[in-house]
Antibody, heavy 123, light 106 residues
Framework: QVTLKESGPVLVNPTETLTLTCTVSGFSFSNARMAVSWIRQPPGKALEWLAHIFSNDEKSYRTSLKSRLTISQDTSKSQVVLTMTNMDPVDTATYYC???????????????WGQGTLVTVSS | DIQMTQSPSSLSASVGDRVTITCRASQTISSYLNWYQQKPGKAPNLLMFAASTLQSGVPSRFSGSGSGTDFTLTISNLQPEDFATYYCQQSYSTPLTFGGGTKVEI
């Protein structure tokens, strides 16, 4: 069974850096067809893809946040870490990690998802 | 970036109804389109991928169609557990993008 679980602070001060960890079980980081992604959802709003990382260290970032985001992986711990610098109240959201699987036609799909973690940015 | 536009943003329906949600991409994405269902307070759940392929375990009353820029998700014989918000998402190119969501209400 594949599971993902997010962990990190629930409250962050404006201008601080957010560090979130996604701990994965049930699939191998070495599988070239698998990746881990971060997606967020501001309260009452739509989903926003943030970044993903494949086993070969291929990374992609949301265009508007590229300068603030860094995604990395620690395969020995089965963890993927997302850092977001210079946090602002508009970054208040539930942050999800999800597995990406890629088929032979390069269709990417998010499945499954972690339960999510609500991060509030406020002083 | 490819923009995904869903319509309607919300709709009211009854148990047993047939419901159709549309999703339009700002440029052609072939069949690189996924659909997700999200219930309040829960993470999204994959319903459909590659525009029309049902994810394992998803009831057959869900169906998807379309290619290029225009896509639809249809729920036939709406059940009480189907009241939720539905999102489309393109995987044609990065950055990956989602639609704004369609809330299906009673």
């Amino acid at each position: 069974q594949v599971t993902l679980k997010e962990s990190g602070p629930v409250l962050v001060n404006p201008t601080e850096t957010l560090t979130l960890t996604c701990t994965v079980s049930g699939f191998s980081f070495s599988n070239a067809r698998m990746a881990v992604s971060w997606i967020r959802q501001p309260p009452g709003k739509a989903l926003e893809w943030l970044a993903h990382i494949f086993s070969n260290d291929e990374k992609s970032y949301r265009t508007s946040l590229k300068s603030r985001l860094t995604i990395s992986q620690d395969t020995s711990k089965s963890q993927v870490v997302l850092t977001m610098t210079n946090m602002d109240p508009v970054d208040t959201a539930t942050y999800y990690c999800a597995r990406i699987s890629r088929d032979g036609y390069n269709h990417l799909k998010f499945d499954p998802w972690g339960q999510g973690t609500l991060v509030t940015v406020s002083s | 970036d490819i923009q995904m536009t869903q319509s309607p943003s919300s709709l009211s329906a009854s148990v047993g109804d047939r419901v159709t949600i549309t999703c339009r991409a700002s440029q052609t994405i072939s069949s690189y389109l996924n659909w997700y269902q999200q219930k309040p307070g829960k993470a999204p759940n994959l319903l459909m991928f590659a525009a029309s392929t049902l994810q394992s375990g998803v009831p057959s009353r869900f169906s998807g169609s379309g290619s290029g820029t225009d896509f639809t998700l249809t729920i036939s014989n709406l059940q009480p557990e189907d009241f939720a918000t539905y999102y489309c998402q393109q995987s044609y190119s990065t950055p990956l993008t989602f639609g704004g969501g369609t809330k299906v209400e009673i």
